[in-house]
Nanobody, 124 residues
Framework: QVQLVESGGGLVQAGDSLRLSCAAS????????MGWFRQAPGKEREFVAA????????RYADSVKGRFTIFRDNAKNTVYLQMNSLKPEDTAVYYC?????????????????WGQGTQVTVSS
C-alpha cells in the first residue's frame, strides 16, 4: 500500500512559478517510480512528468519540456514538480502517482496509487 498527498497548488499569474510536492508513505519510497499527471475541466487526465526510483531518469510531456522539472528526495519520501513560466493552459488539477513495477511510464494505467490532487490555476 502507498499513500500519496499532494500540496503546493494555488492561483498564480502567467509567467510565475510553483513547486508541487507529493509526500508518500507506506511502501519504501526509494523502490518505485513516480509520476505527475494533470486534468483540466472537460479533458482527460494527461501525463506531465515521471521519474524513476533513483531520480536518474526522467521524462516529460512535450507541452512542459523545458519549463517543468521533476525531482525526488528519497530521504524525505517526497517527489516534486517545479513549474516555471506557467501558462493559462497549465491550469488543471495535478495528481502524483506511484508506478510500483516500472521506470516511470507516461501511461496512467501503469500507476497503481494516486493522490487526491492539488489545483493549479494560472491567470492570464
Amino acid at each position: 500500500q502507498v499513500q500519496l498527498v499532494e500540496s503546493g497548488g494555488g492561483l498564480v499569474q502567467a509567467g510565475d512559478s510553483l513547486r508541487l510536492s507529493c509526500a508518500a508513505s507506506g511502501r519504501t519510497f526509494s523502490t518505485y517510480a513516480m509520476g505527475w499527471f494533470r486534468q483540466a475541466p472537460g479533458k482527460e487526465r494527461e501525463f506531465v512528468a515521471a521519474i524513476n526510483w533513483s531520480g536518474g531518469t526522467t521524462r516529460y510531456a512535450d507541452s512542459v519540456k523545458g519549463r517543468f522539472t521533476i525531482f525526488r528526495d528519497n530521504a524525505k519520501n517526497t517527489v516534486y514538480l517545479q513549474m516555471n513560466s506557467l501558462k493559462p493552459e497549465d491550469t488543471a488539477v495535478y495528481y502524483c502517482a506511484a508506478d510500483l513495477y516500472g521506470l516511470g511510464s507516461a501511461e496512467r494505467t501503469k500507476y497503481e496509487y494516486w493522490g487526491q490532487g492539488t489545483q493549479v490555476t494560472v491567470s492570464s
